[in-house]
């Protein structure tokens, strides 16, 4: 990782954002990626991705393959240890089930060619974000691009103060993502239902993360992007007037964009 913190930057600064979703990375962030360079070559700077490994939904890590022969689509994900890691702990902290790598492996030849195989046996990591980030480096798609990731300490150190939040604190041996909701920590069972965790006397800045509507606002206190390239579902909720310094521009279009990229 490059650290970008608390940099002056006369040249125009080019970011994207995204969850960790898929280990095959989802083709709408490839278009993000490539919307990034083309704007990169028409006016320079740099590219920045801000990897929110902050996220808890075991759903964004979703791969969407397809089988070489029949057509099919088939869903993968991570396997996780336990229901709290897999439902409530963040993406930079859940842990890989030990068999899920070579139980997935084998199910890999329906879909992929060898070269990208040999590119999921190589990589490593122990948890979802981790592993994610490691494929996508791998596959050469982040080249020459710095990364920023959410649950890093130092980034939310440096970020502006959050008067609403998640936090990152123990229930029952596992880290996991509370939302703070008037003042209690509470987690999202499902249906519109929640429950209270206990809450440290103390929530340090450092366990820290923003929601959704504040997602942009807490990163660009540290990235100071001049350009951002927006998602279609991002369009929808960014507040883009509370932004008159960044440009944004909406990623191109992709076939199929919740299918993996694979690479030829």
């Known amino acids: 990782m490059i650290n970008i913190m608390n940099e002056e930057r006369p040249e125009p600064v080019i970011c994207f ?6 280990f095959f990375p989802k083709r709408f962030l490839f278009a993000k990626i490539e919307t990034a360079r083309k704007l990169q070559s028409a006016i320079g700077g740099k590219i920045v991705f801000f990897y929110h490994d902050s996220d808890a939904d075991y759903r964004e890590t979703i791969t969407l393959l397809t089988d070489i022969n ?8 991570f396997t996780h240890d336990n229901r709290i890691q897999k439902k409530y702990s963040p993406l930079y902290v ?16 329906r879909f992929l060619a060898k ?13 979802a974000a981790d592993f994610c980030l490691d494929m996508y480096i791998r596959l050469g798609i982040f080249e020459g691009i710095e ?3 959410s649950s890093d300490k130092n980034f939310r150190m ?7 939040f998640f936090a ?39 366990q820290k993360s923003a929601g959704r509507d504040y997602r942009f606002a807490w990163m660009q206190s540290v990235i100071h992007c001049t350009h ?4 279609i579902g991002e369009n929808e909720y960014l507040k883009k007037e509370n932004f008159p310094e960044v440009a944004f521009i909406t990623r191109e279009e992709i076939e199929r964009s919740d299918h993996a990229y694979i690479p030829k």
């Open 17 to 22: 954002g995204q969850q960790p979703n898929g």
């Open 70 to 77: 029949t057509g099919e689509e088939v869903r993968i994900n």
């Open 94 to 109: 859940k842990k890989i089930s030990a068999s899920w790598k070579g139980e997935t492996k084998r199910r890999l030849p």
């Open 115 to 127: 070269s990208n195989i040999d590119i999921f046996e190589n990589a490593t990591g122990d948890t």
């Open 147 to 149: 990364i920023v990731r």
């Open 158 to 164: 440096t970020a502006s103060d959050l008067a609403e």
């Open 168 to 206: 990152d604190v123990n229930y029952e041996g596992e880290i996991v993502r509370a939302e703070m909701h008037q003042g209690n920590l509470r987690l999202h069972e499902g249906g519109g239902k929640y429950f209270d965790v206990a809450s440290p006397e103390v929530i340090e800045k450092w």
């Open 228 to 231: 951002y390239i927006s998602g």
